[in-house]
């Protein structure tokens, strides 16, 4: 899957080894002009490319099985539950598990209340150890595995095409399969971000209104934080897009080293035949955009 400005390219290896490739409109809420500007326009982004993956998945499975490609698209309401379910799935386990972790570290004497520097401490470890874990353990299963290889062939032929190199398995293979402006970078940036600010926000906010009640009490910590994530990922989003923008320098390196470590992960070696596929998708994006 290759994005240009306007729109995506999705490119599927079938089953005789004929690449197809579809170019589509890129679903956007940047139309609005409000989710256009700088500290606004994270969270759309995050939505939107949550929508397209989604969709090229779901037409990508559809051809590499041969199917009828118009039959194995989700229709808006099956997206939208799809995409719902994603969200929360998402939310639950790197936000509401790791909270209510933390408050068993409190019930052991290992942490202070959600008051505290310390039980924000907790919260931040058990994310980062949850969502490294989760991605740790789907990369064992061999279709992500190969999801990931593609990932990586994506990664190498931008690189090519960046460095004005012709986009042959040849010329792709050398380079890296990490690249800074990866959306795993993003969701790292967004969980880091997250933990310094639930960290400050939170006993803050507790300040205003607290409930006397336990239960109640961490029910209302929890969603303020749900609430919080559209602020996250703006402020997230702006520090991706600064740090890709100016990858030579030795402060934004410093920034996207922990998503390039990430990348060691959510990328593999791809074959040459991966990187066929990769090459075509880019190609078609950017005859695409020529027109």
Same mark, same amino acid.
Request: charged share 20%; hydrophobic share 50%; net charge neutral.
């Given at each position: 899957?290759?994005?240009?400005?306007?729109?995506?390219? /999705?490119?599927?290896? %079938? @089953?005789?080894?004929?690449?197809?490739?579809?170019?589509?409109?890129?679903?956007?809420?940047?139309?609005? %002009?409000?989710?256009?500007?700088?500290?606004?326009?994270?969270? @759309?982004?995050?939505?939107?490319?949550?929508?397209?993956?989604?969709?090229?998945?779901?037409?990508?499975?559809?051809?590499?099985?041969?199917? &009828?490609?118009?039959?194995?698209?989700?229709?808006?309401?099956?997206?939208?539950?799809?995409?719902?379910?994603?969200?929360?799935?998402?939310?639950? !386990?790197?936000?509401?598990?790791?909270?209510?972790? =933390?408050?068993?570290?409190?019930?052991?004497?290992?942490?202070?209340?959600?008051?505290?520097?310390?039980?924000?401490?907790?919260?931040?470890?058990?994310?980062?150890?949850?969502?490294?874990?989760?991605?740790? $353990?789907?990369?064992?299963?061999?279709?992500?595995?190969?999801?990931?290889?593609?990932?990586?062939?994506?990664?190498?032929?931008?690189?090519?095409?960046?460095?004005?190199?012709?986009?042959?398995?040849?010329? $792709?293979?050398?380079?890296?399969?990490?690249?800074?402006?990866?959306?795993? $970078?993003?969701?790292?940036?967004?969980?880091?971000?997250?933990?310094?600010?639930?960290?400050?926000?939170? @006993?803050? !906010?507790?300040?205003?209104?607290?409930?006397?009640?336990?239960?109640?009490?961490? +029910?209302? /910590?929890?969603?303020? %934080? +749900?609430?919080?994530?559209? @602020?996250?990922?703006?402020?997230?989003?702006?520090?991706?897009?600064? =740090?890709?923008?100016?990858?030579?320098?030795?402060?934004? %390196?410093?920034?996207?080293?922990?998503?390039?470590?990430?990348?060691?992960?959510?990328?593999?070696?791809? &074959? &040459?035949?991966?990187?066929?596929?990769?090459? $075509?998708?880019?190609?078609?994006?950017?005859?695409?955009?020529?027109?």
């Amino acid at each position: 899957m290759m994005r240009a400005r306007n729109s995506l390219a /999705i490119a599927v290896r %079938k @089953p005789d080894g004929e690449i197809s490739v579809e170019v589509r409109p890129w679903f956007t809420f940047s139309s609005w %002009k409000l989710f256009r500007k700088p500290f606004l326009r994270g969270f @759309p982004v995050l939505m939107e490319t949550m929508v397209n993956g989604i969709k090229a998945l779901n037409y990508s499975a559809s051809v590499a099985v041969e199917e &009828d490609e118009e039959a194995g698209e989700l229709t808006n309401f099956h997206l939208f539950l799809t995409l719902l379910f994603a969200v929360a799935a998402a939310l639950g !386990l790197f936000v509401v598990l790791p909270h209510f972790i =933390s408050v068993c570290m409190e019930w052991l004497g290992y942490g202070g209340d959600v008051e505290s520097l310390s039980f924000h401490v907790w919260d931040g470890v058990f994310k980062m150890v949850v969502f490294i874990g989760y991605i740790a $353990a789907i990369s064992l299963i061999p279709d992500i595995r190969r999801v990931f290889q593609y990932h990586g062939a994506e990664h190498k032929v931008i690189w090519t095409y960046e460095e004005g190199r012709d986009l042959a398995p040849a010329s $792709a293979r050398g380079y890296s399969r990490l690249h800074p402006r990866c959306g795993t $970078a993003f969701l790292l940036f967004v969980l880091a971000v997250s933990i310094l600010l639930y960290a400050f926000l939170v @006993p803050w !906010l507790l300040t205003f209104y607290s409930p006397e009640q336990f239960v109640f009490k961490h +029910l209302y /910590i929890v969603a303020v %934080k +749900l609430l919080l994530m559209v @602020p996250v990922s703006n402020v997230a989003y702006e520090l991706i897009k600064f =740090s890709g923008k100016f990858n030579k320098n030795i402060l934004c %390196k410093a920034l996207c080293w922990p998503g390039l470590m990430m990348q060691m992960l959510t990328t593999k070696e791809p &074959d &040459d035949e991966q990187i066929e596929v990769a090459i $075509a998708a880019l190609q078609c994006a950017v005859q695409a955009e020529e027109k």
